[in-house]
């Protein structure tokens, strides 16, 4: 059974960090491209970043240079960190899985208000 299981979101105040998780289980974890997508009330849903199987990414301009994407294929998990967070990075947190197939996690919300 495929799993995505995101982890990590919570409250925190602008100029705060906060790292997501991502715990994949059921598919070849190590093949597959992982992405950070969010979708935050009465808006689209948007890419953030993305890793490949090969550990190339690329990110939306709008988190360039304070988001990292990173992958730890031993532990079937992608990471998102986030630094200098700011109220409109406000969201439902989803990672993705794709190679072929796609799969998609619940979500974790991610508030930033002071």
């Known amino acids: 059974q495929v799993q995505l299981v995101e982890s990590g979101g919570g409250l925190v105040e602008p100029g705060g960090s906060l790292t997501l998780s991502c715990a994949a289980s059921?598919?070849?974890?190590?093949?597959?491209?992982m992405s950070w997508h969010r979708q935050a009330p009465g808006k689209e849903r948007e890419l953030v970043a993305v890793?490949?199987?090969?550990?190339?990414?690329n990110y939306a301009d709008s988190v360039k240079g304070r988001f990292t994407v990173s992958r730890d294929n031993a532990k079937n998990t992608v990471y998102l960190q986030m630094n200098s967070l700011k109220p409109e990075d406000t969201a439902v947190y989803c990672c993705?899985?794709?190679?072929?197939?796609?799969?998609w996690g619940q979500g974790t919300q991610v508030t930033v208000s002071s």
């Open positions: 059921g598919f070849t974890f190590r093949r597959y491209s």
């Open positions: 890793i490949s199987a090969g550990g190339s990414t």
């Open positions: 993705n899985a794709f190679w072929g197939n796609t799969y």
